[in-house]
């Protein structure tokens, strides 16, 4: 299916490696006119050449942290008028004891999943009305609609991020701009090959039989981890001219592990 979006100009933050990656890597393939952006400025450069390669696309670099006030100018600079933007960052560690869990902390989890998306909103939004198009789409987490203490730093500041852009949707929609909301459970992303690959080496196993603990522990009824491109696909779907109905919204990705009838 075409997805109507060639040529459109595409701003992924965070798109450097896992959902953000592959979000990136299915809107190129759209023919999107695509910038990406993230922290460190070899791993982005070398997505952004993989890209290219495999997509044929035009695609721009710009190395930023996102969650300041300096990278947001940054990035803004280079594209100051996306006709989609897509934002991610890197999840926050996880939480076992939420008395732990300090100021700074709060803080720094804060800029980047609730402050960052917002202004990046507030500063291309009235852009997107103007020309009669937009589409945004914030990679946020499942813990932002079911919480766990594990995800004390990663839940909170999402769920705010929804509940703001699900206000502010409905101000836009006449203009066929739409503001939506991914919500991820468990994915095969570079920080959980990190993460996990920690935790195997400590337990003397292997990778893939750490994550298949996990699994059943959590009861993932898809008995299997996400991957990035299948969840990349579901970003373009959002993004595309087809779902100008939908805005206001936050769809679970997470192979059925919660259970809830909305």
Known sequence: MDLGIRGRRALVNGGSAGLGKGSAKALAAEGVELYITARGKERLEATAEEIRRDTGATVVSIAANHATVEGR??????????????GTCSPAPFTKDFREVTVAQWEEHLSIGLISPIEFIRATVDGMCERGFGRIVNISTGAS???????????????????????IS?????????????????????????????????????????????????????????????????????????????????????????TSTF
């Open 73 to 86: 100018e940054k990035i803004l600079s280079v594209c100051p008028a996306p006709d989609i933007l897509v």
């Open 170 to 258: 409905k101000s836009v929609a006449k203009h066929n701009v739409t503001i939506n909301n991914l919500l991820p459970g468990m994915h095969h992303t570079a920080t959980a090959e990190q993460r996990f690959g920690e935790l195997a080496k400590e337990r003397g196993i292997t990778y893939t039989e750490m994550v298949q603990e996990w699994i059943d522990e959590w009861r993932i009824p898809a008995d299997r981890f996400g991957n990035i491109d299948e969840f990349g696909a579901m970003c373009a779907a959002f993004c595309s001219t087809h779902a100008g109905y939908i805005t206001g919204q936050s769809l679970v990705i997470d192979g059925g592990l919660s």
């Open 145 to 167: 609609k079911f919480p766990n203490e594990l995800r004390t730093l990663s839940g909170p500041p999402r769920a705010a991020l929804s509940n703001y852009t699900v206000a």
